[in-house]
Structures are given as structure tokens and as C-alpha cells.
């Protein structure tokens, strides 16, 4: 059975960082492309950040480019959006999925607040 279960967000003062993660089962993250998204009210889900399967290509948002860092440690299964610099906008909820499927995870909320 296919489970993605993020973590690590929270309460961050602008300027500050976050480092978010997916942590997947049923499935080897190795092998298969994944990517981040996030989502604010009133506003379409948007693609941050996502990288390839079998390899180290990642790409960006213009939004979050110099600023994010997606990454996997195969070890642990598990998908990594380290987070710097950050702004009020990118407040939302963020979400891991496993590319060109339906499996999302359930979201975690980033506040990016004063």
C-alpha cells in the first residue's frame, strides 16, 4: 500500500528556514520521480519542486529557484524540501505526491509569519 506522510512544518519567521519530510511506503523513492507542491486559500495548487527517478535532476518554481532544495536519502525512503530565506507568500499547505500518480500525501502547513 502506497503512503506518503509529510512533516516538519510549522511557525517561521520571514527570512528563516524549514526543512520539510515525506516519508514514502510502498514504494522505493529511488525509482520513481517526486515532487513538492503547495496550495494557499483562494489559490491553485502549484508545482514547487520535483526531482527525477533514478538520478539527481531537480527543478524549480521561478518562485522558490535559489531558495529551496529538493532531495531524497534513499536509506530512509524519504523525500526532503529544505527551505531558506523564507517569505510571507510562500505560507500554504505543502504537499508531497509521487509524479504522474494520484498518491498525495495529507499536507503539512508552513506559516511564514512576524
Known amino acids: 500500500q502506497v503512503q506518503l506522510v509529510e512533516s516538519g512544518g510549522g511557525l517561521v519567521q520571514p527570512g528563516g528556514s524549514l526543512t520539510l519530510s515525506c516519508l514514502a511506503s510502498?514504494?522505493?523513492?529511488?525509482?520513481?520521480?517526486m515532487a513538492w507542491y503547495r496550495q494557499s486559500p483562494g489559490k491553485a495548487r502549484e508545482l514547487v519542486a520535483n526531482?527525477?527517478?533514478?538520478?539527481?535532476?531537480?527543478s524549480y518554481g521561478d518562485a522558490v529557484k535559489g531558495r529551496f532544495q529538493i532531495s531524497r536519502d534513499s536509506h530512509r525512503n524519504t523525500v526532503y524540501l529544505q527551505m531558506t530565506n523564507l517569505k510571507p507568500e510562500d505560507t500554504a499547505v505543502y504537499y508531497c505526491r509521487r509524479l504522474f500518480t494520484d498518491y498525495w500525501g495529507q499536507g503539512t502547513q508552513v506559516t511564514v509569519s512576524s
Open positions: 526531482i527525477a527517478s533514478l538520478g539527481p535532476g531537480t
Open positions: 510502498g514504494f522505493t523513492v529511488e525509482d520513481a520521480p
